[in-house]
């Protein structure tokens, strides 16, 4: 079993950056579909990155800004977020599925990860202007 645990949120202000920490305990692998999401009071879930076999992706509204990367040594996956903008205001979740990889990968992320196989249980990030 897979437990994922988040953690860096915090409150900054805009322009500021955070590092987001996902925890993994029992075992993940290169090849597991990883992303991060947010979803904000009243919005629907958003991905905001993914990897899988180091393959990244991004969704326009944060390229550029955001990056994820993956260290297995430690088992933990990251998010850089750089110039932070109030509308980044989330809870942001890490999530995990050994099902997916390639386009499928990015087809599940791009849809939200439903049914994701393992899900954190977020962390809170804050942005004023």
């Known amino acids: 079993q897979v437990q994922l645990v988040e953690s860096g949120g915090g409150s900054v202000q805009a322009g500021g950056s955070l590092r987001l920490s996902c925890a993994a305990s029992?075992?993940?692998?290169?090849?597991?579909?990883m992303g991060w999401f947010r979803q904000a009071p009243g919005k629907e879930r958003e991905g905001v990155a993914k990897?899988?076999?180091?393959?990244?992706y991004y969704p326009d509204s944060v390229k550029g800004r955001f990056t994820i990367s993956r260290d297995g040594t430690k088992n933990t996956l990251y998010l850089q977020m750089n110039d932070l903008r109030p509308e980044d205001t989330a809870m942001y979740y890490c999530?995990?599925?050994?099902?997916?990889?390639?386009?499928?990968?990015?087809?599940?992320?791009?849809?939200?990860?439903?049914?994701?196989?393992?899900w954190g249980q977020g962390t809170q990030v804050t942005v004023s202007s």
């Open positions: 999530a995990a599925d050994d099902r997916y990889t390639g386009a499928a990968c990015v087809a599940v992320f791009k849809r939200g990860f439903p049914n994701a196989r393992y």
């Open positions: 029992g075992y993940t692998d290169s090849n597991y579909c």
């Open positions: 990897i899988s076999f180091g393959a990244t």
